[in-house]
């Protein structure tokens, strides 16, 4: 079945950074990929997707660029904030058969940045 | 506001003891999925709703757990029997599903129901 991977944390950066956080992926056919973000005390919020191979997705500062030759959807920020620190979880999207709109999530990354 | 809501937002039960959490999608919002994550983990898929249609179930859904969408809009998830392992957050998402494979609605989540099972 489809699994997502991602590296493990916790990560501590100080301000101004440059962050990557790892995820690779297993999955059958062509998925999406997903960044979502979990501040403290909120709800998981969509942070940036990919749909197909080479497409990179960004927002708020923050890149994946989604690698279909290495399975890999990496999240990077040059600059951190302290604002940033949060949960970041990887996710995909299957495309066919019962996975077909279901996310499979990582485990989660905290992130913690230092002023 | 018009995002995903849920509640209750905290439930302390003992065990033993049924539970039930109440999702109100976004308006519109024809696909209703709920998710269960615990502690240091990411969400796990439970089960999802297109309108009013239950269309899958996880293994992880034991004959406890029963969900309904009566009238394709607000969803409930009722677990019987409480047990210590059911302590999670519940969450829901929901989304617009519009055309075929490749067009991706983005899934909009809830802040979550914390069970606590004492």
Not at chain 1, 29 to 42: A, D, I, R
Request: charged fraction near 20%.
């Amino acid at each position: 079945g489809d699994s997502v991977t991602q590296m493990e944390g916790p990560v501590t950066l100080s301000e101004e950074a440059f962050l990557t956080i790892n995820c690779t992926y297993t999955a059958t056919g062509y998925p999406s990929l997903f960044w979502y973000v979990q501040y403290p005390g909120e709800g998981l919020q969509l942070l940036l997707k990919a749909t197909k191979a080479d497409d990179k997705g960004s927002n708020k500062g923050f890149e994946a660029t989604y690698r279909k030759e290495t399975t890999s959807f990496h999240l990077e920020k040059g600059s951190v904030q302290v604002s940033d620190s949060a949960v970041y979880f990887c996710a995909l999207e299957g495309t066919g058969g019962t996975s077909y709109g279901k996310l499979t999530f990582g485990q989660g990354t905290i992130l913690t940045v230092h002023p | 506001d018009t995002g995903v809501s849920q509640n209750p937002r905290h439930k302390i039960t003992k065990r033993g003891q049924n539970v039930t959490f109440r999702c109100d999608p976004i308006s519109e919002h024809n696909r209703l999925y709920w998710y269960r994550q615990t502690l240091g983990q990411g969400p796990e898929f439970l089960t999802y709703f297109q309108n009013e249609a239950q269309l899958e179930k996880s293994r992880l859904l034991s004959d406890r757990f029963s969900a309904e969408r009566p009238k394709g809009s607000f969803s409930t998830l009722e677990i019987q029997r409480t047990e210590q392992g059911d302590s999670a957050m519940y969450l829901c998402a929901s989304r617009r599903l519009a055309g075929g494979p490749g067009r991706t609605d983005t899934q909009y989540f809830g802040p979550g129901t914390r069970l606590t099972v004492l």
